[in-house]
């Protein structure tokens, strides 16, 4: 969920012949609560959740809410990375909030 990291790894992929065909999926979670996002960042192998998202989510009045809404809007960024096909929406314990994603982030895309 690092923007920086899907831009540097987007570009090498795109920098090598072997490669340069290959599009990523890359996996969010709308974040419940900041106690669960630091679990994930410290806990599940090759989750990058940028401490500002963590403090993002302490500060909200509505952490659930608030997590809903950066993962739209990290829909809406990768969807202007080169080289990034789509996003896998995962939310485990929180399934309720992937049809409220989808539907945000679709509005705020523009249709191709």
């Not at 989750?47 to 829909?75: H, K, N, Q, Y």
């Not at 969807?79 to 705020?108: F, K, L, S, T, Y």
Request: with cysteine; net charge positive.
């Amino acid at each position: 969920m690092d923007l920086g990291v899907v831009r540097r790894y987007a570009a090498c992929v795109a920098e090598h012949a072997a490669t340069r065909g290959v599009f990523l999926l890359i996996g969010i979670a709308p974040l419940r609560s900041a106690k669960s996002a630091r679990w994930m960042q410290q806990r599940l192998y090759g989750t990058i959740i940028p401490d500002s998202l963590i403090e993002r989510l302490e500060r909200a009045a509505d952490p659930a809410a608030e997590g809903e809404r950066i993962a739209v809007e990290l829909i809406e960024q990768l969807a202007a990375i080169p080289g990034v096909a789509g996003v896998h929406v995962m939310a485990p314990a929180n399934e309720d909030a992937v049809p409220r994603v989808i539907a945000a982030a679709r509005q705020r895309l523009p249709r191709r």
